[in-house]
Structures are given as C-alpha cells and as structure tokens.
T-cell receptor, first 111, second 112 residues
Framework: DGGITQSPKYLFRKEGQNVTLSCEQNLNHDAMYWYRQDPGQGLRLIYYSQIVNDFQKGDIAEGYSVSREKKESFPLTVTSAQKNPTAFYLC??????????FGQGTRLTVV | KQEVTQIPAALSVPEGENLVLNCSFTDSAIYNLQWFRQDPGKGLTSLLLIQSSQREQTSGRLNASLDKSSGRSTLYIAASQPGDSATYLCAVLKAAGNKLTFGGGTRVLVKP
C-alpha cells in the first residue's frame, strides 16, 4: 500500500537530548514537509523540501534540523536547542497535482 | 504573509443537520485549497482538493466551494452523522513556491 509512514508513534526525550523522528513515503512524491501541532492549535510549518538534497526553513525552524538524502525519506531531528519540544509532529508529502497527504504522526514528550 | 482563519473554532449540531464550515485566507494568489479531517491523536485525512481555477468540488455528502477573489472557501457536509465528529482543517498552497498554510481548524460534534 502506498503511503507515508512515521515512526515511532510515541517518543520520550530527556532534557538536553537530541531525538530523530522518521518519515518515509513510497508515493514517489518530490515535496515533503514537517509540521508541529500543539493542543487546540493548527499546524505550524517547521521545514519543507522540494527535491533531494534541498530543504527550506518554515515558520518555526529554530531548534530543529532535517536532511533529504533520499527521495523517500525526510527525517526530523529535534535538538536540545528546542526549548519546548513536547508536541504532535506530522509529516506530509505532496504530489504533482499538489495534493498533500499526511502520516499518522509522532507524539513527542519531554520527561 | 498568508493567514488562514477558520470560524467557528467549535460547532455542535444534532444528527441529520447540515454542516457549514468556513475558511478565509488573506492572499488570493493561491494554487489550490485543501480540506482535511483530523480525528483525535491521528494524522490528517484529505477530503477535497480545489484547484484555484475551480469553483467547487464534491465527494459524496461533502461539497466545497472556493471564491478566490474574496478569499473564502466553505465546506458543506449534508445530513451529518455522529461519525462526522472530528476537527476539520483547511490549507492553502501558495501559487509561487510550495508553502502550505493551515487554518486553526473547526472542531465538530454531531450529537445522536
């Protein structure tokens, strides 16, 4: 089945620790996105990538980093510089008709 | 900067009533507008995509309209059911570039 797979579903981070969230798609989409969602709020764009080896900062990129070494993969690292990382993280990809599709999300909690 | 607003933030209706959800955006230079559904703790499911050249799209009980010049889109859900209870989000894609901007969502409760 074609789709977007995010892992893990739940992730716990200790203070000062870096963690990496995985996002894999087998839809052959060029564009991929990372969003953050806080309780009762809409989605805010962290990073996006239009093509392999290229990515752009979104509205809230500070404390996050990404890579795009393969078309299928767009991992997000939440660094220790992100002071309030507890949130629901969503990965998306977009096809040529420019319709966006989302994964099931990763819930990150600081312990 | 594109801003997307959804009003109301929450809506409660009895089963069988039609739902009307609103989305407004400040920059009319969009490529398309997409409506999504989100269940608690889950990802987003795409409902309808309207290209900027289109006025509406329909899928089953769902109909979405787009008035680009006034910066508005409306999602109609006919004959609501308890299973329609969810948060509905709209998102616009800029005509230039690839940024997808979301509204804050409307949380819908359909009471049996």
């Amino acid at each position: 089945d074609g789709g977007i797979t995010q892992s893990p579903k739940y992730l716990f981070r200790k203070e000062g620790q870096n963690v990496t969230l995985s996002c894999e798609q087998n839809l052959n989409h060029d564009a991929m996105y990372w969003y953050r969602q806080d309780p009762g709020q809409g989605l805010r764009l962290i990073y996006y990538s239009q093509i392999v080896n290229d990515f752009q900062k979104g509205d809230i990129a500070e404390g996050y980093s990404v890579s795009r070494e393969k078309k299928e993969s767009f991992p997000l690292t939440v660094t220790s510089a992100q002071k309030n990382p507890t949130a629901f993280y969503l990965c998306a990809s977009r096809d040529r008709s420019r319709e966006a599709f989302f994964g099931q999300g990763t819930r990150l909690t600081v312990v | 900067k594109q801003e997307v607003t959804q009003i109301p933030a929450a809506l409660s209706v009895p089963e069988g009533e039609n739902l009307v959800l609103n989305c407004s955006f400040t920059d009319s230079a969009i490529y398309n507008l997409q409506w999504f559904r989100q269940d608690p703790g889950k990802g987003l499911t795409s409902l309808l995509l309207i290209q900027s050249s289109q006025r509406e799209q329909t899928s089953g009980r769902l109909n979405a309209s787009l008035d680009k010049s006034s910066g508005r889109s409306t999602l109609y859900i006919a004959a609501s059911q308890p299973g329609d209870s969810a948060t509905y989000l709209c998102a616009v894609l800029k005509a230039a570039g690839n940024k997808l901007t979301f509204g804050g969502g409307t949380r819908v409760l359909v009471k049996p």
